[in-house]
């Protein structure tokens, strides 16, 4: 059974920065996406970034593009958001989510999520 666990959300003033953990076990295929995304408060999930696991490619929403950044822990099954200069409205409920394709954006084919945590901006 596939389970994500993400960390690292919490309170941080205009311009901070925070990183996300998020652990992954009982993955097993070596083809598949990484990918983050937030729900901000009464709108619809959205896409932030991803990584494909082959090739190490990167993608991220221009909301975020050099503000946010996605890296990886092979060793630990672990792989990171680091959010830099963050402003009041990347407050949202941020999750990490695994797909099998070898890369996508498209919310749809992810499968696998985590329980999200909560990432608020102060102004």
């Known amino acids: 059974q596939v389970h994500l666990v993400e960390s690292g959300g919490g309170f941080v003033q205009t311009g901070g920065s925070l990183r996300l953990s998020c652990k992954t076990s009982?993955?097993?295929?070596?083809?598949?996406?990484k990918g983050w995304f937030r729900q901000i408060a009464g709108r619809e999930r959205e896409f932030v970034a991803a990584?494909?696991?082959?090739?190490?490619?990167?993608y991220y929403a221009d909301s975020v593009r050099d503000r946010f950044t996605v890296t990886r822990d092979d060793a630990d099954d672990t792989h990171y958001l680091q959010m830099n200069n963050l402003a009041p409205e990347d407050t949202a409920v941020y999750f990490c989510?695994?797909?099998?394709?070898?890369?996508?954006?498209?919310?749809?084919?992810?499968?696998?999520w985590g329980q999200g945590t909560q990432v608020t901006v102060s102004s």
């Open positions: 989510a695994i797909s099998d394709w070898h890369y996508t954006t498209d919310i749809q084919n992810y499968k696998w």
């Open positions: 009982g993955y097993t295929f070596n083809r598949h996406t």
């Open positions: 990584k494909s696991w082959v090739g190490g490619s990167t």
